[in-house]
């Protein structure tokens, strides 16, 4: 089967190999994505119903009554999330890797915390506080 022009095995999403792979499938309708945003919801400390559209769902990451760079941090997650769930996704099909939920979410607090640091000066916090206090982390940013 053709999938974006590229030869594929199966229909199916390589990820949970139970529903065919569409966009709103692959990043907010799989039980294997749908787990690892519930883990980053968890570690960010914050309760959230997700839309299955990709826009809508960006836009519900834009909160009221916070700084911009406080919505910077929080559209850096969200493109993270989506990020390393495509790179996990492209691993499965093209290395044989194999599906694991922890090893995204550890990648994406890399990521967001590496790019927090990097881009904001007031940012200077230890990975391991950002992994036990992201919220905390947050707004010691300006």
């Known amino acids: ?26 990043f907010f309708e799989c039980r294997f994505v749908w787990l690892v945003w519930s883990r980053c919801f968890a570690w960010l400390g914050v309760q959230f119903v997700s839309h299955n559209d990709p826009l809508l769902n960006f836009s519900q990451f834009r909160l009221w009554n916070v700084s911009a760079s406080a919505n910077e941090m929080w559209g850096v997650i969200w493109t993270a999330v989506v990020r390393e769930l495509w790179k996990h996704r492209n691993n499965v099909i093209f290395n044989g890797g194999v599906v694991n939920g922890l090893k995204v979410v550890a990648l994406v607090q890399v990521k967001v915390w590496s790019w927090i640091t990097s881009k904001f000066l007031s940012g200077l916090f230890s990975f391991f506080k950002w992994c036990l206090e992201p919220l905390v982390c947050m707004t010691m940013v300006s």
Do not use: D, G
């Open 1 to 26: 089967m053709e999938k974006r022009e590229i030869a594929v095995e199966s229909p199916l999403c390589s990820l949970c190999r139970v529903e065919v792979e569409s966009n709103s499938h692959l």
